[in-house]
DNA sequence: GTGAAAGCGCTAACAT
DNA sequence: ATGTTAGCGCTTTCAC
């Protein structure tokens, strides 16, 4: 018996197909220097011997062609759209996007960017990070890096981001002109101030605020959290005023969730009693029950622009960072009508 | 201004503290052959530095400490839970997890798993996948190897499956002693035989067609895919029926969405008309305006037993293979109750 | 218990 | 255009 058929390498190919191990190197980043004979013999060969090339050996010297995306929660029904965009993109390059899973937390983000880094990913996607901007920069500093989901530059990072501030006022604007006055807006509660400049919830609320005074209606704002039961509560609250709104803007389609079981429980009937709109149009948004109108981010586009910005950047480390800002769309669906007259 | 500033190495560590780099290298490792007192001036150099060792060069000799997880369709709701119990079984493990996306696909599973063994993963948990069997061999005799969520077993790798049967048998159980006797299953069709013996689904509509002759109850199948067009189409085929059933069993929460808006639409009430209950407990059969019945896979101990499994393997590749099968638990809620008398 | 030295499979710098 | 050679940062013999 063989011991552990050891592994194809490139020597392997090199003999194989009568050149040097450089050859075959070049042939494999297709590098300069390669006559279309010397390709065709190389080719030949990896394909007879069913060779492939070692990451971790070639991340020795030169890249490991592997891009790492950090998730925040897996469960955020907002990513795989991102995902999908960024996988097409790379599609048909040599780079292989794998995911560092389970955030949610500054040390646990921090571990799983350590990590990736230590596995010499050639760039890195992070989505929704939390961490404090100086940590974001201290990553792009070692490795070329896209910050995705987060208002703020910076001059070492690219940025990819939907215009939350333009989705609060899609839904605003819906509501007002369907002749709501009094909206209401159930918003993540956010004391850190960097958050508060950065993280889409925030810019939602903010873009809430702007909408609803330029069209000179009243503020009203419950602040929770971006949970289900975040929205129950803030549902409850709304329900207990003397002057209950029309319509409920929750900042996030799960925060709607909590919204319609608590109005469901009080024997609101929606959308006839109240209207409800959501945020981020994820898959639950859709359903027949449901119907939940909301605001769809272009997370495709999203994804499919991190990659190439992060392509470009791995060409060249040093162009000036880029920041893009995709807008998104609202899908009207049947938790959103006229109020009673 | 410094040059890049090369990042710490393994030299720099012995430097500091006065040893071999050997002798870095077992501290490390946790090796055999380190006295206290090195451990202890290596350990001090290593956080005095911030040194982080490169999980590439790690690889190029011994292990990489990286586990592949291959994830199907990254909608999959089922998956989270798995995951979750995976990492947090390796949290106090050298092992970082990382994941490989967007499958859906024979080929598409090839290029993922393929990148992963090229990246020198230590082992690799494959979730649901539908390679054919001696493809999924080829990968454990590369690679130790876990298959989640797949009946059917091998020699070279180990298995962790939920018992799909007793999920199927506690839904009709639940179904029949609340009274229902016309009971439909709306399962994925399914032709290819490796299939039809060990992917979920088929073991499902197994389960269902055992479990209701145990009853003596009769068997009414409608065969369409895993999707809420699925479920909706299916629910319009048994709604044309001279002999509506009672309930419906669908063998997937996202089925069972599309056999709710197909029933709602045609002003059937659930459960007061026809009860339906699911499988998978997703996040949307907890919602409060859903609030579907449905069995719950014990994703988070599948993941811990995969953790298991797979540090077993790594430190022992020969030993015979296991399979470890888990049990559902019904989630009973709104959409289930007894047939109209 | 400790360290010197030889690779692991590739790529980059340097010949030719 | 092609080949030679010297590493990348670690682990693993194998001496001591």
């Not at 907002?78 to 292989?96: A, H, K, M, N, V």
């Not at 215009?163 to 918003?187: K, M």
């Amino acid at each position: 018996m063989q011991p552990a058929s050891r592994r194809i390498t490139i020597i392997d190919v090199a003999r194989q197909a009568q050149v040097s191990t450089t050859a075959v190197s070049k042939v494999l980043r297709n590098a300069y220097g390669t006559s279309p004979t010397m390709q065709a013999k190389v080719r030949k060969a990896i394909a007879e011997l069913g060779y492939r090339p070692r990451a971790a050996a070639r991340g020795m010297r030169g890249q490991t062609y592997t891009i790492g995306v950090m998730l925040p929660d897996i469960r955020n029904p907002f990513f795989p759209e991102i995902l999908d965009g960024l996988t097409e993109s790379l599609r048909d390059t040599d780079y292989q996007v794998l995911l560092g899973p389970g955030c949610n937390g500054e040390d646990a983000e921090a571990r799983v960017t350590e990590a990736m880094i230590d596995r010499g990913m050639d760039a890195m996607a992070l989505i929704a990070p939390i961490s404090p901007a100086a940590r974001l920069e201290h990553i792009a500093g070692l490795v070329p890096t896209v910050v995705i989901g987060r208002h703020g530059r910076s001059p070492v990072y690219d940025t990819v981001t939907d215009d939350d501030t333009a989705g609060a006022t899609l839904v605003v604007n819906h509501l007002a002109d369907l002749g709501h006055r009094r909206i209401a807006h159930i918003e993540h509660h956010e004391t850190n101030p960097t958050r508060l400049a950065e993280m889409p919830n925030a810019i939602r609320a903010a873009g809430y605020r702007e909408a609803m005074r330029a069209r000179g209606l009243e503020i009203d704002i419950v602040s929770t959290t971006y949970t289900q039961e975040g929205g129950y509560l803030g549902a409850r609250q709304l329900l207990d005023r003397p002057d209950r709104p029309t319509a409920v803007f929750a900042g996030a389609d799960v925060v709607a969730m909590g919204v319609l079981e608590a109005l469901a429980e009080a024997g609101v009937s929606v959308p006839h009693d109240i209207s409800v709109a959501g945020y981020d149009n994820t898959a639950f948004a859709a359903l027949g029950p449901i119907s939940l109108t909301s605001v769809d981010q272009a997370g495709h586009q999203i994804g499919a622009n991190a990659a190439r910005l992060l392509l470009d950047r791995i060409t060249d480390r040093r162009r000036p960072s880029a920041q893009i800002k995709l807008s998104p769309t609202l899908v009207a669906r049947r938790t959103t009508t006229p109020p009673r007259p």
